[in-house]
């Protein structure tokens, strides 16, 4: 999303990949995914982001499952 912080993967395992964004300048951005592009769905992910450093991370999941993130105003 435009203007939004910037999300970055901060690790990948077998059992899940950590997303991250930087703490300034997100308030109120929240973290979305879907799991297609064409006509796509953006529910939040559910989760509570931890603070790391001067960034939030949040692990996703198990990798097996293709998802494209974004973090959006809601």
Not at 10 to 30: F, M
Not at 31 to 47: E, K
């Amino acid at each position: 999303t435009e203007g939004a912080p910037r999300l970055r993967i901060a690790d990948i395992s077998s059992v899940a990949v950590t997303l991250a964004w930087p703490v300034a300048g997100a308030e109120g951005y929240q973290l979305q995914r879907a799991s297609r592009l064409a006509d796509p769905d953006w529910p939040p992910v559910s989760g509570t982001p931890s603070v790391v450093g001067d960034e939030y991370q949040l692990p996703t999941g198990p990798v097996v499952v293709k998802h494209y993130y974004r973090l959006q105003k809601p």
